[in-house]
Structure formats: structure tokens, C-alpha cells
């Protein structure tokens, strides 16, 4: 269940609104997910599905710095070296039935069928993220009897008449998507199922303005969430009573939700105003196109102009203007541009193409400096702090500086968007950005498991995602390969089966 809130699922399962998974909690065991992995929304799923930790993969954000240079780059899922857990069951026999698992493609070789990007929540994104099959032949099946793929696509400025028209269109698709399952799982009898339903990423979003308690006034969208994890919930039940009664049954959340507004201009602003990132020298004369367009065309045109241009070329003239848009040779802290959570990078000797700061002490100084002044930061017009929390990777993941990773992420405060922000030295101001969504993830899933091999126990503690695909294996009997750096969790009885 694509980003399935933890705290909805719990509420709604315990109100009688989503009767298959209480059953399943009621059965088996129940948790929240945590973790280092759950820093950030994208490459969750990634590290969910193959075991392997951010650390290894380097996945953070659809949007990273091309290693070696101050270029940005897309990066999607199945870009990384992150292999889905099932992958390594070809030549055992064990047959799959694996249905639009986010952030990965089909592999050759196995038993069974695979589709992949055909109800997604990133099929927004065709460029990156196209429909494929295995066997190859299974994907003109699925056109003929269900149609192309399924596109849901969020728009944060819609009225509410669209809003109307997008839950009937999510509520109409769910229920494809589940019957969809059924018609391809009554082929064969599987011995391991992964079907991902995304319909919640996109009403999370859609209709978070309209949720009960968030809202001025109710309106019939005040359960439209509610309504899509309910969708949801009744087409888990309609396969699962289609699937073996002996099976092991997992649901599975990447993240939650929150009330959290964009902080792009927030730490553009703390890098540039207190020197770390310095700004490249304007009497300079440029002949290349796109500064010459910066100084000539108004920033208001600008914007306009980009609104109407594909995502790829957007990408692109962002990346241009970041690669352009600081003297590296006298910075010695950046930003990866984001909405959200905020990713700090130190312009590193030797991994950064004009790196001014030295490893070992000089590079623990620097982000010292850093953490002291986040720490630092006020909401202007609350007084309370603008960040919460700002973990370190090398500490976090237990490793060396990463050819990939930022070396900070900052958290900040949710719930409103901060125009102003106070530091001793200056104050950080920002516009309302294009892209202004008042909603995004929080660091904790959600598990659930029950079946002849699931110990019917309660969770006291978060479960670690990268154990997830440890278990999965265990229960098929099969070995867990070195690179998956997680154990199985104990909930789990010996012995193996289905899932």
C-alpha cells in the first residue's frame, strides 16, 4: 500500500473501515516501519523490495548530483543497483506473480509473470517509468483486456470540481487494478505475490486539505482518503480469498503523511547568506545562452515560460542554472535543490570536481558549523525552531563520505510554510514556490503479518525495512544473499511456504 499512513491504517482499521487488514493485525502481528532508510520518501521502496541500504544504493531523491561534477541528474529506481529480493529465485522453481511494485522492472529468467508500471504512482513520469512485462507477451494481454496504463495525476491548485471528478477516477481505478489482479493471478497458483496498490500515494496528497479536522468547514471529500484506503482494503480481501488459505500474509507501507510545506528557498537563502555557498562573480561576461537569458528575460517571464515546458527540459534548465549558479571554487557547503527535506552536501576535496574542504578534520568542522547553525534557525513569526531534526550520513549509515549521498539531511519543522526564518546573523526569506503542495511524507510505515508461519504477537518496537526482504526469503526457504545487510524478523515462526 503506497504510502500508507500508519496512523490512518491503525484508526481506520480499528473503526471497521479497512476490515482486511485488521484481520490481519487481529491474526498476526502488527507495526510502524522505521529507520535510517526512512529519511526520505524516494528509494524507500527500493530499500524495502531488495534488503540493501541506502548506504550500498545511493538512491535519496529523483533528483541527485551526478558523482563527480556539480551536474544534476534523474535518478529513478530501477537506475540503481538495488536488485527486488525476488530476483534472486531464478532457477528454483518458485513461481512469482509480481504486479506493479514501485521502483523496479521486470527480470528475465523467472518463473511466473511480472508487470511493472502499469497503476503506479510514477507513471506521471513516462519518460522514466514505461510499462513492461515478463513474459513480454503478458503485456499485450493486459492492454487487450484492461487498457494502457492507469495515470492518476495530482494537481495541487485544482478546484474542488476536479478534485470530485479525480477520487471517482481513483475510486474507478482501484477497483480495475483489483480486478486486474485476479484475472492474472487465476493463471497459475503462485508460490510468491507482491501486488502494490498506489491509489493512497495519490488521494494522501489530492485530498489532504480536505481531511476531517484539517478543513474550515466538512465537505463530501472531509473522508476521501479514508474512502481510497477502504477501496483498497476490499480488493486485499477479494484476492486474498482467491490466493491459497495456508499463505503468509504481508501489507506493506513505504511512508505516512504529514502537514509539511516547501523549504527549497529556506536553505538556498542559509547557504548563500552565511557564506557557505558563494555566489559566482556577475561582472563576469558569459556567453552561454542560458545566463544570457537569465540577465535579458524577466524572472516572472521565466517562470512562465518553464510552467509550459516538458518535466525533462525543466530538469534540465534547473541543472544548468545550479551548475552556474555558485563560484565552487569558494564554496565550501551546498544544496541539492528540493521541496521537502533538505540535502546538504560539503564541497569535498577529491570527490567534488573543485572540492575546497579536506577530508577528516576540516570535513567534521564544517559540518559541525552547519548542525550549529540549523540549530539556530527560528520561525519568525512562531519563535519556535525551524528545523527538527539534521542526522549525518557517515554517522548514520556507519560509513566513509558518499560518492552519492548528501552528507546532511535536515528536517524541518512541519505544518506551515515558513516565509521567514531568523538566524543571529540574517534573516532567510522565501517566496511560495511553483511547485506548493502543503503535504508530504513522514519517516514511518507501516507492516502487517499473519499466516501459519507468523507468530501472533505484539510489535513494541518499529521494524527495520531493510529486514523486510530477509523475512520474504526466509519464509520461501531460501538463502538471504550477502548484500542484503538485514535479518529476519522474529516474528516469524521456522519453517517455509508462501507468500
Known sequence: MDAGDPDFIRQWAAQGYLPTIASIMERGSSSRTGGAELLTEHGVWVSIFSGISRAQHGYYYFRQLKPGTYDLQTVTGPDID??????YL???????AIIDAPDTRPYPGLAGIQLSDWATHNNWDPEHFKTAAEPPELLADVRKNFGAKLTALENAESTIDEDRQFYRQLLEQIEKKGALCRYLLARDRFDLIVVVFSASHAANHQFWRYRAGAAAEPTELSHAIRDVYHAIDREFGRILQQVSGDSNVFIVSSVGMEDHYPTT??????????GYQASPDRRRVSLDPMDLARRLVPESWRVALSRRLPREKRERLLANQFMHGADWSKTTAFAIPASYTSFIRVNLAGREPQGTVRRGADYRAVLERLESDLARLIDADTGEKAVT???????????????SLPDL???????????????????????????????????????????????????????????????????????????????????QNAGGGSV
Open 90 to 96: 531464478r532457477g528454483t522453481g518458485i513461481k512469482v
Open 389 to 403: 531534526t539534521v542526522a549525518r550520513t557517515v554517522e548514520l549509515f556507519q560509513c566513509e563520505p558518499h560518492v
Open 409 to 491: 539531511f535536515v528536517h524541518w519543522k512541519p505544518g506551515r510554510f515558513m516565509e521567514r526564518v531568523r538566524h543571529p546573523k540574517t534573516e532567510l526569506t522565501q517566496k511560495k514556490p511553483d511547485f506548493y503542495r502543503p503535504s508530504d511524507h513522514s519517516r514511518h510505515g507501516f507492516v502487517a503479518a499473519a499466516g501459519p508461519s507468523i507468530k501472533a504477537q505484539t510489535q513494541a518496537s518499529d521494524v527495520e525495512v531493510l529486514n523486510l526482504a530477509p523475512t520474504f526469503l526466509s519464509l520461501l526457504g531460501e538463502p538471504v544473499p550477502p548484500r542484503m545487510t538485514g535479518h529476519p524478523i522474529p516474528f
Open 82 to 87: 538495488a536488485p527486488p529480493f525476488w530476483s
Open 265 to 274: 528557498g529556506l536553505i538556498d537563502a542559509f547557504c548563500r547568506q552565511l
